[in-house]
């Protein structure tokens, strides 16, 4: 059984105890399951940097073409943020952005 289906959440707390390293928290779906790759959903609930990038290496599921964290063969990182919101007063201001077609090719390539 996949490990990745078995979770809603991840809660990475530091690794070193340190008080410059914080926990953080993100909310993760998997989407689809392509060969030994699978599209994820994830949603950072905390604001750290790397913080996808990070949680999913600590899972052995590093992203595609993540030079630094993850696994660097690739054309580009294959991370994409689909849509960012910005809380302010009064609301919250939403921006969405289409998955970009390289994405699509590598499924239909590992399908």
């Not at 689809?32 to 994830?42: A, D, N, V």
């Not at 999913?56 to 595609?64: E, H, R, S, T």
Request: charged content about 20%.
């Amino acid at each position: 059984m996949n490990r990745f289906l078995l979770l809603s959440l991840i809660i990475m707390p530091p690794l070193i105890s340190s008080s410059k390293f914080r926990s953080a928290l993100t909310h993760f779906t998997v989407l689809k399951r392509i060969g030994q790759y699978s599209l994820i959903r994830c949603v950072p609930v905390t604001g750290r940097g790397h913080q996808i990038r990070l949680h999913m290496k600590a899972l052995g599921c590093p992203i595609v073409g993540d030079g630094i964290h993850g696994e660097g063969e690739a054309d580009r990182m294959y991370l994409h943020a689909h849509e960012l919101a910005i809380s302010e007063q009064g609301g919250a201001i939403v921006c969405t952005s289409d998955v970009p077609a390289e994405f699509y090719r590598f499924i239909e390539e590992h399908e």
